[in-house]
């Protein structure tokens, strides 16, 4: 792909992201394009529908947390160091979509799109690897597992990080800690 139209599909994704939090999945496309300062006619020669757009956005959500566990890992020394940070840079990303309406559509993109399914089970891999490293190693209780650690990520995380979400996130570390 040329440079330029690498830097309008980033530009669309990064917009999007923003506007789907923001408004929700049903941003009008033309609003999406104004913001990533491209017209109508490129976002729709990179994104022939909002679906695909949509399952754009889901993808690089899913990169950007595969891509803050492998950096963890390869600076932390302990599981549990790995697994403070990861959350650490999850709640970081201010990823507000993830309780946004755009969410309740992500499985059924999933299970249409291979790319976004194999990037989310990237994912899923190494979070799960992380979660049993720290259990293995007696920091992390046993009782708890992805499916915990993502709903309490998700119940606090929202647009703006605040005090408040640093708070939330070193009282659910405690809690999480064996």
Known sequence: MRADAQRNRDQIVA???VLFTANGVDTPMEEIARAAGVGVGT?????PDRDALVNAVSTDMFQRLAEAITA???SEKSAWAVLQRFLRSWSEFRLGLLQDPMCH???AAIEADPELREVRQRWLDLFEDV???AQDDGDLRKDVGLLEIATFMNMFIRDERSEVTDRILDVMLDGLRA
């Open 43 to 47: 976002l729709y020669r990179r994104f």
């Open 131 to 133: 979660i049993q490293r």
């Open 15 to 17: 917009a999007a992201r």
């Open 72 to 74: 963890a890992n390869a």
């Open 105 to 107: 559509g992500i499985p």
